[in-house]
C-alpha cells in the first residue's frame, strides 16, 4: 500500500464536542490529497473513544491510538507521530482553533522555502488574556534559550518533514516538549499566520499556573539539562484501532 504524503496527528482529550467537526473539515480540507488521520485518545474520560472507533471504521484513512493512561498533549503527539507513514506531518489540537484549511498552504510554504518546519501563527484578536499571558512566557523562553528558534514563534499547529522527528526522537529527555527538542539545533523554520478562532467546545485545560510549571520544567530539562536522555523510541502503551 502506497504511503500517504501527509499524516495528521491529533491528540485527544475529553474532545467529545468537537471531534465529529473536526475530522469533517479536514477531510474536506484534505479531499484532493493523500493523507492520514491520527487520533491519539489519551485515556479520555468522556465519549471521544467511542466516537473515534466508529469513524476508524467508517473510513481507512483514519488510524486511532488509545492510550491506556493519559500522558499529556506532548507525550500523545509523539506517540502519533512515531506510528504515522507520510512523508510530511501535521499537528493541531482537538478544539476547533486550529482551521484544518490552512494546513496545505503551510505545507506548500515548507515546501517552496525548503524548511524543516512550519509553525501557524495565531492573530490574537479574541484570545483570552491566560493563553496570551502564556504565549509571551513561552516566546520570552525559547527567545532566551533557544536562539535556533529566534524569528520564529512556536505553537501546535505545524507541518514539517517526517525526518525532522526522526532526528528529535534519539536525544528526548525525560520531559519532552516538541519545539524545545527541535530548537536544540540549527533548524529551517518559518512561520504562517492564520486567523484565531474560539474554541468550538469543552474548556481549555491550561491555567497561567500550569503554563508556567510547564516552561519551569523546560528549563529543567532542556537548559540545566537535569534528567536523563531516553535514547529509544517510548513504547506507546495502549491499542491501535485501524480498519483499512
Not at 502564556?134 to 528558534?149: A, I
Request: some cysteine; aromatic content about 10%; glycine content about 8%.
Amino acid at each position: 500500500m502506497t504511503p500517504p504524503d501527509l499524516s495528521v496527528v491529533v491528540p485527544v482529550y475529553n474532545g467529545a464536542a468537537t471531534l465529529e467537526k473536526l475530522y469533517r473539515e479536514l477531510c474536506a480540507a484534505l479531499q484532493h490529497f493523500s493523507f492520514e488521520l491520527i487520533f491519539v485518545d489519551d485515556a479520555s474520560t468522556d465519549q471521544s473513544l467511542a466516537l473515534l472507533r466508529e469513524m476508524a471504521k467508517g473510513d481507512s484513512r483514519v488510524t486511532v491510538l488509545a492510550l491506556r493512561q493519559n500522558h499529556g498533549q506532548q507525550e500523545a503527539t509523539l506517540c502519533g507521530m512515531l506510528v504515522a507513514k507520510g512523508r510530511y506531518l501535521a499537528n493541531l489540537d482537538d478544539d476547533g482553533q486550529h482551521p484544518p484549511e490552512y494546513l496545505l498552504p503551510m505545507l506548500q510554504l515548507l515546501q517552496e522555502k525548503n524548511l524543516d518546519i512550519v509553525y501557524g501563527l495565531p492573530v490574537s484578536q479574541g484570545r483570552r488574556l491566560v493563553r496570551q499571558g502564556g504565549s509571551v512566557l513561552r516566546d520570552l523562553l525559547f527567545y532566551l534559550f533557544f536562539p535556533y528558534s529566534r524569528g520564529v514563534k512556536v505553537s501546535s499547529f505545524r507541518v514539517m518533514r517526517a525526518e525532522l522527528v526522526q532526528r528529535i526522537v534519539p536525544e528526548r529527555p525525560e520531559f519532552f516538549y516538541f519545539s524545545a527538542s527541535v530548537f536544540r539545533h540549527p533548524v529551517r523554520a518559518a512561520n504562517l499566520p492564520y486567523p484565531h478562532q474560539r474554541r468550538s467546545g469543552g474548556k481549555s485545560g491550561y491555567r497561567l499556573s500550569r503554563l508556567a510549571a510547564l516552561y519551569l520544567n523546560i528549563v529543567r530539562y532542556y537548559v540545566l539539562g537535569r534528567g536523563k536522555i531516553r535514547r529509544e523510541a517510548p513504547a506507546p502503551a495502549g491499542e491501535l484501532i485501524h480498519y483499512g
